[in-house]
DNA sequence: ACACATCCATACCGGTTGGTATGTAATGTG
DNA sequence: CACATTACATACCAACCGGTATGGATGTGT
């Protein structure tokens, strides 16, 4: 499985762009920057990458959303108890995160907010992984009704959305206070929102 | 009170400078585009503020955080019955804004997501504004618990920083999907989130 | 009416941006 | 071994960026 130079060299780029555009945010990520970090040149770029959108896409599609799959999506559907597995994910992620990822932000989060207004294939892509996040959600709490883990008049669709969105949020706001803290208490009320969809008999443990 | 010339040339800057900035990101944000739209010249925006970076803070101190209070802060103190406010204003603050607000998102998580971690000033003064919200949020359902609306046992502290951003992830990320539906239904979620912080009794007219 | 500060316009600057054109070395292929 | 294609490096460019220096017009206090 040994990789050849070509795709080392793409690899690399797409790696130092992802932490660029993750420092920066992408209008301002510089291509200067990229290419002094890897200590490669605009040959090798703009020979692996037509343009800098194109570049953006890529890190999205093959960093971002590859990071989530690795770390919430893959665990979430391979689960047989998939309510317990969100919780355990959401209880546990400030742990499980790069230190870094509170004060920089949700790489994902980011785009979305900085891009999606402005550039409509930026918006496409980075609705697309946010869909595979809502939709994984969404089965795992459909999968936990059909347990009677969540109760029958719970709309899973709308509360998938919604623990997305506040999933987000709270890394947003932690960010902007520049407070892992703040991070793992907001998650902490994500969890007691997620408990409150749980049917009475299966919500042991519940705390206070 | 009719304002002088210069104040309104300030102020033209600012409600010029608060369009482009919430279209474009403060980074992306050109002078020459407010200059054009203003009709003014560098000339008078550099009299009025010292760098880039001032009109920015002056546009979060004098318009975005005014906007707030205008729009939620002030009717959320002045209400006597605060939670059931705090209920009406989530479950109507999707008509009260305006259209355009879903598809740029809202300006203060804007802001939080590009400049927190790069710009200390940006930071600290956005934190404050964030502060103010929660703070107020977390006055209301203090004075819920004290009328027995909230129950006893809940963490309205913790409560309202969840609600802050929870309120931020849903406009964020029915930006993305520049769908202002999906941000009625994520704030309908977020609705039932705060009925379910409020004692048995008080709780009349839960749907479902 | 004179002096002075405020207010704003014009012209200009160095630095950075993404992108391109061209040349060359390495690699794969017949 | 010849040839073609891939894979990069170098040099260069127009456009735009925020910021400044200068000068003139307009009040404003005395």
Redesign the pocket.
């Given at each position: 499985m040994d990789q050849?130079?070509?795709d080392l060299?793409?690899e690399k780029l797409l790696m130092s762009a992802f932490c660029e555009i993750h420092r920066q945010g992408f209008q301002a990520?510089?291509?200067?920057?990229i290419l002094q970090d890897t200590g490669?040149?605009?040959?090798?770029l703009?020979?692996?990458f037509p343009?800098?959108?194109a570049l953006g896409l890529a890190v999205i599609e093959e960093v971002i959303k590859e990071r989530l799959e690795g770390m919430i999506f893959k665990r979430l559907r391979a689960s047989d108890k998939p309510v317990e597995t969100l919780l355990d994910i959401i209880a546990t992620i400030d742990k499980k995160v790069p230190a870094d990822f509170v004060m920089l932000g949700c790489p994902l989060n980011n785009l979305m907010q900085e891009m999606s207004a402005l550039d409509e294939l930026f918006q496409e892509q980075l609705s697309s992984v946010l869909g595979i996040w809502q939709k994984t959600v969404e089965d795992a709490l459909k999968r936990g009704q059909k347990q009677g883990v969540i109760r029958a008049d719970v709309d899973y669709k709308a509360a998938a959305l919604f623990v997305v969105s506040a999933w987000e949020g709270c890394i947003g706001v932690a960010k902007n206070m520049q407070s892992p803290k703040a991070f793992k208490l907001c998650m902490q009320q994500l969890h007691g929102y997620v408990q409150g969809l749980m049917s009475a008999k299966t919500e042991k443990g519940r705390k206070k």
């Open positions: 050849k130079q070509p060299t793409r990520a510089s291509i200067a920057n490669l040149t605009k040959g090798a703009y020979h692996h343009t800098k959108q």
